[in-house]
């Protein structure tokens, strides 16, 4: 299962999964949560299930979502 976290970070909020390589960062936090949602969705769509963790200012757990793989679809393989 892949995870996408939304998280404070200096500069404002970032965006972290396992399934990106780089971390994206934003000044808005509803920005950093759409865009969190969109690399949830796409990685549902390439067949992987998801895990979107979405914090608040104060760093506490404020939204925490599944995304299952889209049906029919086949994860895509890990490089090496």
Same mark, same amino acid.
């Given at each position: ?15 972290? @999964? !396992?399934?990106? !390589?780089?971390?994206?960062? $934003?000044?808005?936090?509803?920005? #950093?949560? #759409?865009?969190?949602r969109r /690399?949830?969705?796409?990685? =549902?769509? =390439?067949? $992987?299930?998801?895990? &979107?963790? /979405?914090?608040?200012?104060?760093? @506490? &757990?404020?939204?925490? $979502?599944v995304c299952? +793989? &889209? @049906?029919?679809?086949? +994860?895509? +393989?890990? +490089?090496?």
């Amino acid at each position: 299962m892949k995870t996408v976290s939304v998280t404070p970070a200096d500069l404002g909020w970032a965006v972290r @999964s !396992d399934g990106i !390589d780089n971390e994206m960062i $934003f000044r808005s936090g509803a920005r #950093a949560e #759409a865009a969190g949602r969109r /690399v949830a969705q796409a990685l =549902a769509a =390439a067949g $992987f299930p998801v895990k &979107l963790h /979405v914090h608040a200012r104060d760093g @506490s &757990l404020a939204g925490r $979502f599944v995304c299952p +793989p &889209l @049906s029919g679809a086949e +994860p895509e +393989p890990t +490089p090496p």
